[in-house]
Nanobody, 124 residues
């Protein structure tokens, strides 16, 4: 019943911007901690950003601080990831996940539900 669908990925030049969307079905996103993760070929899935269900607080990986912004629109039941100043090393498949933990942790294990992922490619 709990479903997540990512969208907004694509090809962008270095320094460009992209906004990813995570649309939820079967639940309301304000009741869940929502995290964005990414996985490049040959690498483990790594946490990018998270927004808490408890207080709306956010966390960011050091590699994206100052460049990425996570937000939640309860009316649209959607979580966004605004990505600015993109770098080639940001290239990966981006996934959103939902967790019942009230605090954000940038580890994939607590996230039980995942979307199908959306490809982000940063290249000139």
């Amino acid at each position: 019943q709990l479903q997540l669908v990512e969208s907004g990925g694509g090809l962008v030049q270095p320094g460009g911007s992209l906004r990813l969307s995570c649309a939820a079905s079967g639940f309301t996103v304000d009741y869940y901690t929502i995290g964005w993760f990414r996985q490049a070929p040959g690498k483990e899935r790594e946490g990018v950003s998270c927004i808490n269900s408890s207080d709306g607080g956010t966390e960011y990986a050091d590699s994206v601080k100052g460049r990425f912004t996570i937000s939640r629109d309860n009316a649209k039941n959607t979580v966004y990831l605004q990505m600015n100043s993109l770098k080639p090393e940001d290239t990966a498949v981006y996934y959103c996940g939902a967790s019942l933990f009230s605090l954000c942790v940038l580890h994939p294990h607590p996230f039980n539900s995942w979307g199908q992922g959306t490809q982000v490619t940063v290249s000139s």
